[in-house]
Every structure is written in C-alpha cells, then in structure tokens.
C-alpha cells in the first residue's frame, strides 16, 4: 500500500534559525496536506498543495508540492517559539486506501530560545 | 462557529468498563473518522464512515465498534477496556473525504487501569 514518509522525525533548532520537513510518497498524489499539532493539543489544517510544482505561503512558512507530485515540502523562516509541535504531511492513499488520508508520522519540532 | 466537539477530554476507567466516546460535529460533514494516537506517534486510523448508517474499519485492527445514526454524531463505543486500550482518541470530519482538509476534535485521553 502507499507510504508516505516524513523525515527528520525530530529537529532542534534555536529560535531565529529556519526549519525544513521533507514529506515523500511512494505513489503519485492528488493531493498533500499539511497538519500541525502543539503538545496535549491536537492536529490542525494548515493547507492543501494541489497541481504540480505549486509552491504556497503562510507568513513565515512556505508550502511546496513536487513536480512529480511525489514529494513536498514544509519550511519555516526564522523559528519562534510558538512554532513548536509535530507536523504531519498527509495525502489520499492509493487502490483500496483511497478513501482515507495516509499521514506521514510527523516532524516534532523543538524551538530553543 | 461551525466545530467538532468529543467528551469527554479525559477519563480513566477500570479494566473490564464499557465507555463511550462521544464525536460530534456541526458542520454537516458526511465524512466521519476515527483515529487512534499515542502521545507524540504517529495517527492511525481505526474507523470511518461515509454518512447515516455506512460504519468502516481502518486500517489499525480495534475492538472498538462505532455507529452513525445521525449525521452529526459519530460515538465511539469499547465493550470492555483493557490497559492497552489507553491512549488518545481523536474524532475529524470532513466536508469531502481525503481530498479537503479535515478538521479534528480536540481528542479524549483515554486511560485504562
């Protein structure tokens, strides 16, 4: 069945530093969404990458979804503290999963100040 | 303002008790899920339902059984928990499946002693 892998799966970085997640699928996606959950808290929506290349921005946070539409992307300029949690990339499985988000199993984000 | 809401937010429970966890929404999603996640790890899914009266397992073999008698309401129900049954329990929905975002409850930690 389909994979989707997350790497690293922990980052440390000093406040001020940048932050990059690297997501890979192991078959071509309709879609990637991104997911951030804060410690004791729960996942939350951050955004849906759709065509090929396409390349999106939050304020300090850009969103970029591969040529291939195999690969994305999640980098954060200059980490704040409140950028702390685990970020799960997700998109739609394949043949019998395609009913369901397959999340990868999270980058877990720490932000020394 | 449209939500999911799940109680209760925590609850310890004796081995051998029949709980309930209660998922509901009010944003008239179909689309319905259940997830499983042990603190930090990664989510996995372990029911699902595509509107009134249409229940699926996921992909993580659970003893648990749901219903979906109305839209709105998705409970969770475990005949008799066990230690292993311990962990957080998140409820999300969904206005189109696994190609819109979906939007989680706050979760239930569930502690069986």
């Known amino acids: 069945g389909q994979q989707v892998m997350q790497i690293p799966q922990y980052q440390h970085v000093q406040e001020g530093e940048d932050f990059t997640t690297y997501c890979n699928s192991s078959t071509t996606l309709s879609n990637i969404q991104w997911y951030k959950q804060r410690p004791g808290g729960h996942p939350v929506f951050l955004i849906q990458?759709?065509?090929?290349?396409e390349v999106k921005k939050q304020k300090r946070l850009t969103f970029q979804f591969g040529e291939a539409k195999k690969n994305s992307s999640l980098h954060i300029t200059a980490t704040q503290t409140t950028d702390v949690g685990t970020y799960f990339c997700a998109g739609p499985g394949s043949g019998a999963g395609s009913y369901q988000l397959t999340f990868g199993k999270g980058t877990k984000l720490s932000v020394i100040p | 303002e449209a939500d999911i809401y799940q109680t209760p937010r925590y609850l310890v429970i004796g081995t051998g008790k029949k709980i309930t966890l209660e998922c509901s929404q009010t944003m008239g999603h179909d689309k319905m899920y259940w997830y499983q996640q042990d603190p930090g790890m990664e989510l996995h899914l372990i029911h699902y339902?595509?509107?009134?009266?249409?229940?699926e397992k996921g992909d993580l073999s659970s003893e648990s059984t749901v219903s979906r008698i109305r839209t709105e309401h998705f409970p969770l129900t475990l005949e008799s928990a066990r230690p292993s049954h311990t962990s957080q329990y998140l409820c999300a929905s969904s206005e189109r499946g696994p190609n819109y975002g979906y939007t989680f409850g706050s979760g239930t930690r569930l502690t069986v002693v």
């Open positions: 990458l759709v065509k090929s290349g």
């Open positions: 339902s595509y509107g009134v009266n249409s229940t």
